[in-house]
């Protein structure tokens, strides 16, 4: 065993290394960001009021998705601000030093047009299932939008890299926190916190993305307010702290640390590498996962929908990432030597607030985070199963997730962080290289919708008039691809 789990964190540091997936991660954000003109920065304010104000696009029939566009975005959302938030911040710090945090920042801010390009190809090159039900994510438009043996090469690695994540970042890890933040907050052995959520999980997925869509609608805005209302408490309380924080994170971002504690001391590879490793899997922009649930939604045209998305990723870290990052960083509790990465963020609670029960509140978040994430990730994983091996595959599929999740929260998972940030990059990879092939399609198409409603205000007949020129762009694609769909 000990081998394997040698032989996983060599290959994880290859993958992760600096000649391979963290220049191709913030190569890939900064040139969307240049072919996009900013577009992150530019619109950020009408794309938030889209997401979480106005919610959905007027006039827009069934026949353009499955859910809402809110829906979708409290789905991927779901699916992101999971134990990343908590724990994978935690661990970021812990070895890359305060740092780590800026570096998750830049991922983040990059990532924002990552995020936005691959949730309007989801959009652009979706298909309907043999059931009916709207599916796409990369392993669609890799194929559709690059064609050829290249094209269906990386959709195939792409849709095999998702399912096997699923069971990692999508599951194992998730539940693993929750049982042991449970056992260790409230005296509930695992095997019963197993035991329940296996339960309740089979449950919820039974209904399909429509019934994730309804849980997660109620369920992700009521966590991320908890956890960051208490954080925001917490900051108030030690005011004078955030300016030395911020100035541990900026300087040791480019200086690394040095040993404090029972912390080690870092280099900045071993900062950018943990913050961008982290970064991702806590926002998972560029691995094409959240673009799976883009897909899904009713919007009448692929870039409202990819601001939409965007948003996701301005909210997991921009927001709660930095929550967790200062409370740890002006706690001094980053530099907690051996304790696992969810004690620390505990402990930070405690410290900050002055109180012996600040644990509970990580707990709590933790299990509403790391659930969400749990039911999010199953959707994933089930379109992929369904590209890979056809529709009759998903309903067993979502039985042995369910099962797995019990597995999760009973058995030391500690080879599975490693396999989990493997696999992120093995999904991420394909989809970085078919973002980077069609930036030109997205920009193209991207500009000539802004250039017609700059301010996102337009009805659903007004967008078909200017659909990239051609009125009704959407449902001539939607004939030319159902055909093929319907026969799969």
Partial sequence: ?????????????????????????????????IRLSGLQFRKLGSALRLALIDRSDEGV????????????????????????????VATALSVGGPGALFWMWVTGLLGMASKYSEAFLAVRFRHRDVSGEVTGGPQYYLKDGIGGKFGTFLATFFSIAAVIATFGIGNGTQANSIAGNVENSFGVPTWIT?????IITLVVLVGGIKSIGRVTAAFVPVMIILYVGASLVLLGMNLPAIPGAFEQVFSQAFTGSAATGGFIGSTIMIAVQMGVARGIFSNESGMGSAAIAA?????????????????????DTIIVVTMTGLVLVITG?????????????????????????????????????????????????????????????????????????????????DVVWTFSDLANGLMAAPNLIGLLIMSGLIARETKYYLDHDPHLRANKDQVD???VGRPGAIDAHWDAVKHESNHR
């Fill in 1 to 33: 065993m000990d081998a394997f789990s040698d032989f996983l964190s060599t290959l994880d540091s290859l993958v992760w290394g600096p000649f391979f997936l963290i220049p191709l991660l913030l190569g890939t954000g900064l040139w969307l960001t």
């Fill in 61 to 88: 029939e069934s026949d353009h998705g499955d859910i809402p566009q809110y829906q979708a975005l409290t789905t991927a959302l779901a699916a992101t601000v999971g134990t990343g938030n908590i724990v994978g």
């Fill in 194 to 198: 197993g035991v329940v959520m296996t």
């Fill in 295 to 315: 897909a899904a939604a009713k919007t009448s045209h692929p870039a409202r929908q990819g601001l939409v998305s965007m948003t996701q990723t301005f909210i």
């Fill in 333 to 413: 509790q980053w530099a907690g030597g051996k304790a696992s990465a969810s004690i620390l963020t505990s402990k930070a609670f405690d410290a900050g607030l002055g109180v012996s029960w600040g644990h509970y509140i990580v707990t709590i978040a933790l299990v509403m985070f790391a659930y969400s994430t749990i039911l999010g990730w199953c959707y994933y994983g089930e379109r992929n199963i369904e590209k890979l091996f056809g529709r009759r595959f998903v309903m067993p599929y979502r039985v042995v997730f369910s099962l797995i999740v019990y597995v999760g929260c009973v058995t030391s998972l």
């Fill in 465 to 467: 008039d200017f659909m």
